[in-house]
């Protein structure tokens, strides 16, 4: 806090840390740009001062220590309108011409509208996609896999890591049934095996039976291999 300074020290300066003290009105305070004999007029006018580790700024009414998020972003004035500036590792903020507000998604990401349906933005190590809705939602895994199912991408398909196949429709990663990956298991494809995913499947009496660890390694148990 303050302490209490002689009259006959009135005006005087001390450095103690790398801060600069000055006695003032029988107190000692910390200086202000002032104190270096900055004054305000329209020469000067939001331009900024740095003291003590402190900003300050001038303005109509003289100067004036900078509330935070100003104290570590600066003036927000209209030439900074839309300015979107990180007051700490996890805040941002916007300048709305005159003041600082703290930034939502789209100040971040952009806007999304009708032309961005589909895409995807990442921020912080998090990806977002676009929805119809018009608005940022945390991408699902599939998407942050295959990428974004734009405009462009529809009705083209990719395959995942785990061997599915999606198809990018309506804007949406949309994955293949078993049935529509393998097929109808119908006389022609007995006991042929399809693959579905990371599985393997062979088909047997018009359905399509899972292929088990021992099948894998024999060969299916059909009617065909009764007794072998």
Not at 79 to 85: E, M, P, V
Not at 133 to 143: G, R
Not at 178 to 202: A, D, F
Request: aromatic residues 10%; contains cysteine; hydrophobic residues 25%.
């Amino acid at each position: 806090g303050e302490r209490a300074c002689h009259a006959g020290e009135e005006g005087e300066k001390y450095l103690i840390d790398t801060l600069v003290f000055i006695c003032k009105s029988g107190q000692w305070k910390l200086t202000t740009p002032e104190d270096a004999g900055v004054k305000c007029s329209k020469k000067n006018l939001n331009e900024e001062y740095i003291t003590n580790g402190l900003r300050y700024a001038c303005t109509d009414s003289g100067i004036v220590l900078l509330p935070y998020p100003a104290l570590k972003l600066g003036l927000c004035t209209p030439k900074h309108n839309g300015a979107l500036a990180e007051a700490d590792t996890s805040d941002y903020y916007v300048c709305d011409s005159t003041q600082w507000r703290r930034a939502n998604i789209n100040d971040i990401l952009g806007k999304c509208d009708t032309t961005m349906i589909g895409t995807m933005q990442e921020y912080k190590g998090t990806y977002y996609s676009c929805r119809y809705n018009k608005t940022w939602v945390q991408s699902l895994d599939i998407e942050v896999e295959l990428g974004g199912c734009t405009d462009d991408l529809q009705d083209t398909t990719r395959r995942s890591s785990e061997g599915y196949h999606y198809i990018c429709n309506q804007h949406n990663w949309l994955k293949y049934s078993q049935s529509e990956e393998l097929g109808e298991c119908k006389k022609s494809v007995e006991y042929n095996i399809g693959t579905y995913g990371p599985y393997r499947y062979i088909c047997i009496s018009g359905k399509w039976d899972a292929l088990n660890s021992l099948d894998m390694l024999f060969g299916n148990c059909t009617d065909k291999a009764v007794g072998e």
